[in-house]
């Protein structure tokens, strides 16, 4: 295979940079059609650079996640709209975890209308989020804060995690492979959300359809232990028959129907 040119190298950069990269302003930034555009993302995805997204790419990696706040301009509107479907899963008057990560945030975003929530979490975003509403108790875990995104884990928070049995968990992962393993990238983290699944009667999981593109190493568990999966739209024929025989209710938000068409012109 030939070598990556110099624009392409630069759209790598970019998109390490920012999380995600858009054609039409790709195009733009670099005086090329289009057409040129898609046609560098479709070679940086074949050679697992790029992830492809409806309208451009975002960064493909499987030993290191993208900078958190990179990921907040990642399908914006899929998480938003996967966040909303969610708070709606949640009866007022609950208790629930809710873990790290940018779509779990937006579940705590649109919980903000509830009423007679307990909400413990381990991630301070989460908590800025819901502190000042008065239909919401917040307890944070304790433990060191993970400077990169303000996430706390590690054992003391694994210790804190346990004392409780709650409602609901509401949980995000990095990566969902086809055989059905919720995967992340630091062990820290993934022993506080296996912790939370274990200590939740029901297990809401919050991913969009990126996540089913990308791999990670480490294991956090596996979509059979789920009760719900929120999601944009789960086009794995492998992951929905796991789900139709696990009996995990899969809900769709469905905003990214365009992805495919877009991803091979």
């Known amino acids: 295979m030939e070598q990556l040119n110099g624009r392409q190298h630069e759209i790598v950069a970019l998109a390490r ?11 733009a930034r670099f005086s090329v059609t289009p057409q040129t555009i898609r046609k560098d993302l479709n070679e940086l995805c074949e050679r697992r650079m790029l992830s492809r997204v409806h309208g451009g790419a975002t960064i493909a990696s499987g030993v290191e996640n993208v900078g958190y706040d ?10 938003r709209a996967i966040g909303e479907a969610a708070a709606r ?26 009423e007679e929530l307990l909400v413990i979490t381990n991630n301070l975003n989460v908590a800025t989020l819901l502190y000042r509403h008065p239909g919401v108790d ?20 694994v210790d804190f995690i346990k004392q409780f049995k709650v409602d609901y968990a509401v949980i995000g992962v990095s990566a969902i ?13 993934v022993m506080v959300s296996q912790a939370i699944m274990e200590n939740a009667r029901e297990i809401v999981l919050v991913a969009d359809r990126s996540k089913l593109a990308r791999s990670a190493p480490i294991r956090v568990g596996r979509l059979s232990q789920v009760d719900t999966f929120v999601t ?3 086009d794995s024929e492998e992951l929905a028959e796991l789900c139709r025989r696990h009996e995990v209710r899969v809900v769709e938000t469905g905003l990214r129907d365009e992805v495919q068409s877009e991803a091979a012109q």
């Open 17 to 27: 940079s920012v999380g995600r990269v858009v054609v039409e302003d790709l195009a």
């Open 138 to 157: 917040v307890i944070v875990a304790g433990g060191p804060v993970r400077r990169s995104d303000a996430g706390i884990v590690g054992g003391p928070a």
């Open 232 to 234: 944009d739209r789960l």
């Open 70 to 79: 990179a990921r907040r301009f990642i399908a914006q509107d899929e998480k």
């Open 177 to 189: 492979d086809e055989e059905g393993a919720l995967l992340d990238y630091d062990y820290r983290e």
């Open 89 to 114: 899963i949640i009866p007022n008057g609950s208790s629930l975890f809710i873990n790290i990560g940018t779509t779990t945030e937006e579940v705590a975003r649109a919980l903000g209308r509830h």
